[in-house]
């Protein structure tokens, strides 16, 4: 017995994906973009700045990284301790070494609870991009609009009152969204948001409360990945970078600028037995002759300007 024909009719089917966001685009037939300074590879790198409750909620789900063992679980609550207290300071010395103005995705605890860590990134220069409340602040489909429209409003205020200036962008824990997610971001004020990874070159949303651009933020690419979830060396890591910013500045002479994502997790990168090949790392590139370290919103003012 066969199928009725309109069994198969789906009236949202579109190419690409089946929602009206954005439309299909092929990165090699777009215009070419260009970076300041005619660079062909816009640098991106991006710390998350992460508070663990010592609770994790499972509502909707728990943030990867969160506690484990039984409460009181000191063992995870202090691992992740490590990184405000001494691996975030390491990889920010790695990139002001070459100059390098990069984004730190901060919780709105961050904010509240260690002020003087983002005094210290105002200072430098760098960005501040929300990240959440804090790691029970998951979203997923689950979470009532509401909730998840004050989700993001408190973090932006906390982040805005310690810093003095409201982000631009936003990444939400383990890049997970509701179908709500972009347009209230829109909502919200936002510019940019880094959590659909199907592309390296920022590309535009149309929502019901107005535009919005995604910066996608290669999580193959992280040190949580690489290092943590695939078990491999930091060293492995770093020819993995250097073998993508090759890869990318060959297809940029042909082609247009490109971007290279590097989503760093202080607690694991700034370990003293990795951080010596990650500056290492990070001399490497910023030595490459068409690098360009950059923002979050260095790169999106550069690439709305060019589009």
Known sequence: MSLDPSYLEYPHRRLG???????????FQRP????????????????????????PSDTPFRAPGHMQTAYPDYRHYTAREYGTRIGLFRLLDAFEAVGARISVACNGAIADRYPAIIEALVKGGHE???????????????????????????????LEKAS???????????????????????????????????DELPYAMTTEAGGIVNMPLNHELSDRQIINVQQQSVDS??????????WLAHEAE?????????????????????????EALVRWLAEQPGAWFATGSEILDSWSAST
């Open 17 to 27: 994906m089946d929602h009206k966001l954005y439309p299909y685009s092929n990165l």
């Open 32 to 55: 070419p973009v260009q970076w300041p300074g005619e660079k062909s590879v816009a640098i991106w790198p991006v710390i998350c700045l992460e508070w663990f409750p010592m609770v």
């Open 128 to 158: 501040i991009v929300a990240h959440s409340t804090d790691m029970n602040g998951t979203i997923a489909s689950g979470l009532a609009e509401a909730d998840e429209r004050a989700l993001i409003a408190a973090s932006l205020d906390a």
């Open 164 to 198: 003095g200036t409201r982000p631009r962008g936003w990444l939400s824990i383990a890049r997970s969204q509701s179908f709500a997610t972009p347009h209230l971001l829109a909502e919200a004020g936002l510019d940019y948001m880094c959590d659909w990874v199907n």
């Open 237 to 246: 890591y770093a020819t993995q970078m250097r073998d993508a910013y090759g």
């Open 254 to 278: 042909a082609h247009s600028g490109r971007m290279l994502p590097m989503h760093l997790t202080p607690y694991i990168m700034g370990l003293p037995y990795r951080i010596d090949a990650f």
